[in-house]
Every structure is written in structure tokens, then in C-alpha cells.
């Protein structure tokens, strides 16, 4: 009875899924025969095609191959019409179709206007623009690296910049018809640091380079150390330039003033931990390579080419106040200025200008005013003739000076042989020294034996001098940022602290000019076992200023720096300080090209922190002060000597006319 049961079930079982198999069949046989569900075409075409018919110029977007097989994203504009035009070319980690898009127009002009962009000297000079995005950022294929090094111990790889620079031009000469074949690079900040790399083994077609502001030692005075030192304010831009190809991941913040946002981190190397920072390649290197070793000197853009060929003209634009690149320009300059046996290929122009204001309106930089446009004058008068001379086919000669050079100050532009000289002819400098005296005086004479031997403060890491007014705004360029101006702030601020020394000249009564590096030399001691040294020279205007009141009692920063204790015996080895015990700390200051008129005074000021542009140094040795801990910040007291058997002065490089 059992199994009768069973079998009955099964077959019911069976009849039943027979059915609901029979019924699917039905339902899909149906729907088939059913039309597809409407659908709305997207208006979006898969690929659009910009109309260029009306435009005075031809865009073309390019991937270019390299020697590895990696392309590089490049964007050609061509003036229309263009024959045996030369191309101007710079390589960038910016965006090249951001460098290339300014403004929705059919004129090339708006399209360049902005960053890297002399557009004057583009559009006029006729030139085919080409921008290329460098290996690894936005549109090119490949792996970023910042500040990629040469093939060698940092670079195993059989490709960098120079070589991506040789493979990109022999392509541009072979495939636009419109060009002449000769090429030209240029460029600001990382994009002058690229044509410098240009330089060596350069392709026969490249005729001219014209690094402006260019990145060149990282640890000596550009933007990652100053003599040691470390710039923490540019820990965001390590964040955004590397953390993603297209710069999408943006630093934050928690403070509205970075004093209090770096103060409340600690150390530099918290708040990159904070942040997440160790994600990111370089900052690793640069918390492994705080002093000065093989790392950065194999890397230092004026080593490299001191010890390569000189085969292209060359013009080094450098900025007397550069906010970031101060050290570089000059640097390189007086490594292959040697090189120029015939005084016809390296050319440098210094002007009173910002990081990068050579292409903007030159006419003034914070409160200082200038009488003129500066910027214009040097690319009208100077970079434009100057291209031309090498690109063009059949230009005359440029009107070039070996050297010009603004003279702040008087704001006149000079034309000079060479760097450093004070006139056209005829001048010398002498090394002079200005003497930190008792009574916190500056003075031409030595410190006298019954003068008080020292002079000191207290320097409390809990409470460090601010490098400008508070608050403190962050790295910026638009909106209310003022990050360009920062180094001809007023300074009357420190002046008054406790923690700052300021030593005051009398009342000039005849013009002092200075062309070159002043060089500090301080003999200084601390009851810490670490510090730091700030120096600055400084022109301060007399009390009432006719026709500009708000100049009246100005103290402007014409040369100043840092030097970070711990390597006053050796860049490459830090070492602890003996607490109370006198040493000399000599070191060079920026490159300054000025006057100060009578009627002036000259002061020299001394601390011992920059905050928060540089990180603070807790005054007791520690191994790497990136991860300095709460407890190893203290307090110190501070001596600068001036006596005659430990003097401490400024050398000036002082211009003196026959």
C-alpha cells in the first residue's frame, strides 16, 4: 500500500513540473513575439568632433609614443595658415588641456592666457604652442614620479625627463608639416625645471631654453628644505600631486589659520600620518632623506649640468622674490655660466617679481611699486627678441644683455656683462661686512672690547614666531590667498617680539648697493642640544614717505633665510649642538640686486623659528624631527655674540663705482 502511495506521488510531481515547464515555454514563446520595450536614444554623440572652421588656430590632442612604448598626451595649437613656423613647447604635470583652455574662444590669445603662458610672445611670434602632459599625469600613459631623476642610481628605469623631452621633439619635427623644425622650451617652477632637463643630450632641433623659477635643489633652498629646514606648508601640494593622476584628492584642513592647524599636528610627520600621507611615494623619500645625501645631490639640476656639454642657448629667469624657488635659478646660473667662454648662450634676468610674475602685470608685488610694468617690459623687450633670435628663420640679432637686471630700490632695469656687477662698467664689488653691535646697532666698524659681549632671547617651540601675520593663510593663488607676497611683507611685527632680535643701522647718508648672495655669519650658542637660525636683511623706510603714507616705517625683506642647526658641521651628517658653547653658523642668503637710499636704515633680524612655513625644531636633538614627540619640544635661550674676538655680521656684497 506503501509504494502504491509513492508512485502516485511521483507521478503528480512529475505531471506538475511538466506543466509549469510547458507554461514557460508558452510565456517566452510569447514574449518574443512581443515588440522590444521602447527606448530614448542618448544625445550625446560617442565621439564628438569641435568644429574649428572659424577659429584662428588648429587644435590637435596627440598621444605621442615614446622609447617604451608609453604615450604622452600632447596638445598642438597651430596658427592658421602657419608655414616654417617654429614650435614653443613646454611639458608640464598641470594639465596641458587645462594650460591650453583658459577660455571658450576661437582666438588663441584667451585660449593661453594664464599660468606658463607668455601669450604676447606666442601669439605675436607666430609660434605653434605645444603642452605636454609629463609620464603619469592626467591624459599620458605611464607611472609619475615627482621631479623624475635621470636613468641612474635613483632612476633604474631607461627613461626621464631629458629622454620623454628628445622623443617628443624628434616626433613633433617629423609630423608637423607647418613647423620650421626648430623648437624652443620653456616654462615656470616644475615646468622650468623640465627645460633644464631638456639640456642634457639635448635633440639637435632644440635651439633655445628658457627655464623661469625652476625647480632645481630641493633640499639647499627650493621648495622641499631650506638648508635643512623643512617647508611643511607644502605638504598639501605632495598630497594633490600625487595622491591621485588628475590632482582629484584635495588636502584638508580643521583650522582656518595654519598656525593653529600645524600646531595642534605636533610634528610635520604626524600630520602627514593624519592625513594619510604615507601612501604617497615621495613623501616616504622625504621623510627617509631629511639631509643632504646622495639623493639630493645626484638630483640637483645645477650638479647635473655643471658636468654636461653646453649646447643650447640658454636664459634663466629668477624672481628676487620668489616664494618657492629662490635658490634655483641663480644656482644654475653660476654652475654653467663658466661654460659660456663666448658670453653668447647663458643669459639670466632678474626681476622684482613673484614666483612666476614675469608673465602677469609686473607693476607692483604687495605694497611695493614699481613706476612701470615690469613684466611686460621683459617680455616684450627681452624674451620675446630674444626666441625670436633662435627660432625664427632670418630674425636679427637680439638686443639681449648678457645680464638684466632689475635694481630694487632706485626700480630701474640695468644691463649687465655678468652676476654678480654692480654697472656696465667699471664697478666692483667688496665683500663688506655690517657688524651686529651692542645696543642691538648694526655698523661698518667692529665691535670695541668694553661692548656687552652678546645679546638673547628666549625661544619657546610652544609659541614660535609666525613667518607672517596671523592667520596664517595656506598655500593659495586666487580668492584671498596672498602666498605670493609673503616675502615683502612688513616686518614690524617680529621686530617687536621678545623672541626676535632686530639690530638697527643710523640714518644712511649716502646710497649702500648690494648685487649678490649676502652671506650670514653669526656666531650664536643655545641651551638646547638643536636650532635653528633665521636671518633677514632688511630695508626699513624712513618714518613719512611723501606720496605713499602707508610706506612710512615699512621694514622690507630684501634677503632672508633659514639654516637648521644640526648640520652646521656637515649637510649630509647632523649632529647635536653643545649647549652653551659658542659656534659660527655661516651660510648664504638669496641673491638681492638693491639700493638702499638714504634716508633708510638697514636692520638685521634673528630668530629661531618660521612658523608654520617651516616646521618648528624642538630644540633638542632628536633623530629625525619629522617624528619629534611633545615632550622633546623646550624651550632655549639664545645668544648672538658680538665681540671682538667672536664677532657676528652680515658680509654685503657691496657695488663700488670708479
Known amino acids: 500500500m506503501t509504494g502504491i502511495v509513492r508512485h502516485r506521488r511521483s507521478m503528480l510531481l512529475a505531471n506538475t513540473i511538466a506543466g509549469l515547464l510547458l507554461t514557460a515555454r508558452a510565456a517566452a514563446q510569447t514574449a518574443s513575439q512581443q515588440p522590444p520595450p521602447p527606448t530614448l536614444p542618448s544625445e550625446t554623440p560617442a565621439q564628438f568632433k569641435v568644429s574649428q572652421d572659424t577659429w584662428d588656430h588648429a587644435r590637435r590632442d596627440v598621444m605621442i609614443p615614446m622609447r617604451d612604448g608609453v604615450k604622452l598626451h600632447t596638445v598642438i595649437l597651430v596658427p592658421k595658415g602657419a608655414k616654417n613656423a617654429p614650435i614653443l613647447f613646454t611639458r608640464t604635470p598641470y594639465s596641458a588641456t587645462s594650460l591650453t583652455s583658459h577660455a571658450a574662444s576661437e582666438h588663441l590669445g584667451p585660449t ?270 627681452v624674451l620675446a627678441p630674444f626666441l625670436a633670435q633662435y627660432l625664427n628663420d632670418g630674425a636679427p640679432q637680439a638686443d639681449v644683455a648678457p645680464v638684466t637686471a632689475f635694481e ?48 638673547e632671547y628666549i625661544s619657546d617651540p610652544a609659541k614660535p614666531v609666525p613667518y607672517r601675520a596671523r592667520p596664517n593663510q595656506p598655500v593659495g593663488y586666487s580668492g584671498r590667498f596672498t602666498w605670493s607676497q609673503w616675502l615683502v611683507d612688513d616686518q614690524r611685527e617680529a621686530s617687536g617680539r621678545p623672541d626676535v632680535l632686530a639690530f638697527v643701522s643710523d640714518e644712511l647718508r649716502e646710497p649702500v648697493k648690494i648685487s649678490g648672495q649676502p652671506t650670514a655669519n653669526v656666531v650664536a650658542s643655545t641651551s638646547g642640544t638643536d636650532s635653528d637660525w633665521v636671518v633677514k636683511l632688511i630695508d626699513v623706510y624712513p618714518d613719512e614717505v611723501a606720496g605713499q603714507e602707508e610706506m612710512g616705517g615699512y621694514q622690507l625683506m630684501v634677503s632672508a633665510d633659514i639654516f637648521r642647526g644640526r648640520y652646521r658641521e656637515s649637510l649630509e651628517t647632523p649632529k647635536a649642538i653643545t649647549p652653551d658653547k659658542p659656534r659660527l653658523y655661516r651660510f648664504n642668503l638669496p641673491t638681492a640686486n638693491h639700493v638702499f637710499l638714504p634716508g633708510h636704515r638697514i636692520m638685521v633680524q634673528i630668530q629661531s623659528s618660521w612658523f608654520p612655513l617651516y616646521d618648528r625644531n624642538p630644540q633638542t636633538f632628536v633623530p629625525s624631527i619629522f617624528w619629534t614627540k611633545p615632550s622633546d619640544y623646550r624651550k632655549a635661550a639664545q645668544r648672538i655674540y658680538h665681540s671682538p674676538s667672536q664677532a657676528s655680521f652680515i658680509e654685503l656684497p657691496c657695488v663700488a663705482t670708479p
Open 112 to 381: 593661453l592666457w594664464g599660468y606658463d603662458n607668455a601669450t604676447e610672445v606666442i601669439v605675436e611670434g607666430g609660434y605653434i604652442r605645444v603642452v605636454q602632459d609629463v609620464r603619469g599625469k592626467y591624459d599620458s600613459e605611464g607611472d609619475y614620479v615627482m621631479n623624475r631623476p635621470l636613468h641612474g642610481p635613483w632612476n633604474p628605469t631607461s627613461v626621464d625627463e631629458s629622454t620623454d623631452t628628445y622623443d617628443t621633439i624628434e616626433w613633433l619635427v617629423k609630423n608637423l608639416p607647418e613647423s620650421n623644425g626648430k623648437v624652443g622650451i620653456l616654462g615656470i617652477s616644475y615646468d622650468g625645471f623640465l627645460p633644464l632637463m631638456a639640456l642634457v643630450n639635448p635633440h639637435p632641433a632644440l635651439k633655445v631654453s628658457v627655464p623661469m623659477n625652476p625647480m632645481v635643489d630641493g633640499w639647499m633652498g627650493d621648495d622641499w628644505f631650506h638648508n635643512g629646514a623643512f617647508r611643511q606648508q607644502n605638504l598639501p601640494y605632495i598630497y594633490e600631486q600625487e595622491a591621485t593622476r588628475e590632482n582629484k584628492a584635495k588636502w584638508w584642513v580643521s583650522h582656518f589659520d595654519d598656525y593653529d592647524e600645524y600646531m595642534a599636528a605636533g610634528s610635520a610627520g604626524e600630520l602627514g600620518r593624519i592625513h594619510g600621507l604615507e601612501q604617497v611615494g615621495f613623501w616616504r623619500k622625504i621623510l627617509e632623506h631629511p639631509s643632504y645625501d646622495s639623493f639630493w645631490q645626484q638630483q640637483a639640476m645645477d650638479k647635473i649640468l655643471a658636468a654636461q656639454p653646453l649646447k643650447v642657448p640658454t636664459m634663466l629667469v629668477h624672481s628676487l622674490w620668489d616664494q618657492e624657488d629662490i635658490y634655483g635659478g641663480i644656482a644654475v646660473y653660476k654652475a654653467i655660466k663658466p661654460k659660456d667662454t663666448n658670453n653668447d648662450k647663458v643669459f639670466l634676468v632678474m626681476g622684482p617679481w613673484h614666483h612666476g610674475q614675469e608673465i602677469e602685470d609686473g607693476s607692483s608685488l604687495g605694497a611695493l611699486k614699481f613706476s612701470s610694468d615690469t613684466g611686460l617690459y621683459f617680455r616684450e623687450e
Open 408 to 455: 630694487t630700490g632706485t626700480n630701474r632695469w640695468r644691463r649687465l656683462p655678468a652676476w654678480p656687477a654692480g654697472c656696465a662698467s667699471g664697478c666692483t664689488i667688496h665683500a663688506t661686512p655690517l657688524y651686529l653691535s651692542a645696543g642691538l646697532r648694526l655698523s661698518l666698524s667692529a665691535p670695541k672690547p668694553n661692548d656687552a659681549p652678546f645679546d
